[in-house]
Every structure is written in C-alpha cells, then in structure tokens.
C-alpha cells in the first residue's frame, strides 16, 4: 500500500528566489493591482452614480467590474506576499477557498460576457422592441442565473478537487491554487476529475461561446444591412468593447487551459496564469473607457463635480456638463 499523508499546507513557487527580483515583482503587482482596483472601482462608481448610464448594458458591465475585482483580489495580494515575506506557505483551507473562489469569478465573468452578447443582439437587432425584451426583471434574472451558476459550477470542482489524497508533494508549480497544479500532486486517480474538466469546458464553455458567436452573427448581419455610415458607426461601437474584452478573456484562457503540453514549463505556466487572471481585471475598465463616449463623458462629469467639491482645488466650472459633452 502506498504511504499516504494527510496535507495542511501547500507551498507555492514564487516568480524568483532572487531577493531583489522579489521585491521588483511585488511592486510591479502592486501597481499593477492598484491601477486593476482603481479603473474597475471608477467604472462602478460611475456607473452607479450617473442616471443616464442606468441600462442593462452598464447594469452588465457593472457586474463584470465586481467579478474582475473580486478575481484578481483573490490571486495577487497573496502573490505579493510571498514576495515581500518569502513566506510560501499557504494553508490547505485558503488553498480550498482560493480555488473554489478562482473558479466562481472567472466562470461569472464568462457568463456575464454571455448575456452582454444577448444584450447587444437585441440592441442592435431589435432597438424597437428592446425596452420591452430587456426589461430590468429580465436583467436581474440574467444577472442572478449567472451567479448562481458560477457558485454551483465552482462547488463541483471545488469538491472533485479536494477530495483526492494529496501526498506525492506540496509545492504547487504556480504563485496559487490552481486544479492543473493540483492534479500532478494526488497519488490519487484522476481520471474522473479529468472527464468533469472536459465535461465543464464543453458543455459550460462551449455553450457560451456558441451563444456569443450567433449573436454577433446575427449583429454582423444587421449592421452590413444598415443603410447609413452613421448608423454602421453607431452600431459597431455599441459591440466593439464587449467582443474585444471577450476576445481578451478568451485568448488568455485558452492559452492557460487548452495550450499543448510541450508547451508547458514552470516559466510558461506561470506567464499563462498572470494572463488569464491579471490581464482581463486590468484591461477591461480600460477599453470600455477608451471605445465608449457615454462612460467618458460621465468620468469628465464626475472628475469635476469632485474637484469642484474640493476646498484645495479651485473648480474649473460651475457647469460640470461644460466641457465633458464636446
């Protein structure tokens, strides 16, 4: 019989054993967390504050910002920690909760970017009858399936995951928890564990992705119809951030789960895991922020009315529309 230990903690491999490095990559992530907070922070705010940006659209939006918080809060911190402390460790139930966590808000972003797509389809597609399909009780159900089948679905794993026997070793090649990683330590089979993976990503992953895929099909189709140059523009630029923080999302997940294994190594995997939960987090607010006016011209308003409030600074207009709609 095989010598089987019960596991406490997991150690986690760091970016460099190098002190200087360490410190260097702890404030590359800091800033990089801080400006990931800032920017998704800002949108919610704003988003929340302005009446005008009161639709299913930001109401979706706003959603996915707390899902990219709440994602890269779960990794990075901890991250940070290893390289400031060179304390690795990490317990065997913050190990748990990391995973559980890791898989509820990446699966939440995924489903959310799903119903934005369905979002833009009838905006484009139906503009007449919009108001009526996507009504607020509509989009708290939407909002609310998504939730809750990132909850249910993160459970699963979450269980099928920890219920194997972990005693080959306990340093995980990744700087967190993650299944793949943690895979490679059981002594236990998982096979079953594979085949609910590969149930997930085809049934869950594919479905969304076909969801997405007809209904920018369907969108392609109604833009090419559209007779003026200002309706296309207006039309693309309804769609064109979410299909671009989709194809982000996408992009470093493949990347990160689907890559061949000769092109797996400790350096690559670690360069894979950064992608898939740094870089969505960081870049969303930012393309938003960039390809649409409305959020623009609501930060411009907000940005003026708080320095307009300040005692220090003195207010540049009475008027915190002037300038921001020009």
């Known amino acids: 019989m095989l010598h089987q230990t019960t596991m406490t903690e997991f150690?986690?491999?760091?970016f460099s054993e190098v002190r200087e490095l360490q410190i260097l990559y702890f404030v590359v992530f800091l800033f990089v967390y801080l400006a990931a907070l800032l920017g998704n922070f800002l949108l919610i705010v704003t988003l929340t504050q302005?009446?005008?940006?009161?639709?299913?659209?930001?109401?979706f939006l706003a959603n996915l910002s707390l899902s990219d918080v709440c994602l890269i809060s779960v990794t990075i911190p901890k991250s940070m920690a290893t390289s400031l402390t060179s304390n690795k460790l990490i317990s065997f139930s913050g190990c748990v909760c990391q995973v559980f966590l890791v898989i509820l808000f990446a699966g939440?972003?995924?489903f959310l970017l799903t119903a934005?797509?369905?979002?833009?389809?009838?905006a484009?597609?139906?503009p007449l009858q919009y108001t009526l399909i996507m009504n607020w009780s509509v989009c708290l159900r939407m909002a609310a399936v998504s939730w809750i089948s990132s909850v249910v679905h993160a459970v699963v794993e979450t269980a099928n995951t920890f219920r194997l026997n972990?005693?080959?070793s306990n340093v995980i090649k990744q700087f967190f928890c993650d299944i793949p990683q943690l895979l490679i330590l059981s002594c236990s089979d998982t096979l079953a564990n594979k085949k609910v993976i590969f149930a997930s990503v085809v049934t869950v992953g594919l479905f969304c992705f076909l969801c997405i895929l007809v209904s920018y099909g369907y969108i392609f189709f109604t833009v090419v119809k559209i007779q003026s140059a200002q309706g296309k523009h207006k039309a693309f630029s309804t769609c064109t951030p979410h299909l671009t923080v989709f194809c982000l999302f996408l992009f470093t997940s493949a990347f990160s789960n689907m890559r061949?294994?000769?092109?797996?190594s400790p350096s690559t995997d670690l360069l894979a895991a950064v992608l898939y939960t740094v870089l969505p987090p960081l870049m969303n607010p930012i393309i938003y922020s960039l390809r649409n006016k409305d959020i623009q011209v609501a930060v411009c308003k907000m940005a003026k009315f708080w320095i307009s409030q300040s005692r220090f600074i003195k207010p540049f207009s009475r008027d915190p529309d002037k300038k921001c709609t020009k």
């Open 108 to 110: 939440a972003e995924l």
């Open 50 to 59: 302005d009446a005008h940006l009161h639709s299913p659209m930001y109401f």
């Open 11 to 14: 150690v986690l491999l760091g």
């Open 260 to 264: 061949p294994s000769s092109l797996s």
């Open 166 to 168: 972990f005693c080959n």
């Open 124 to 126: 484009i597609c139906h």
């Open 116 to 122: 934005m797509a369905y979002d833009c389809y009838v």
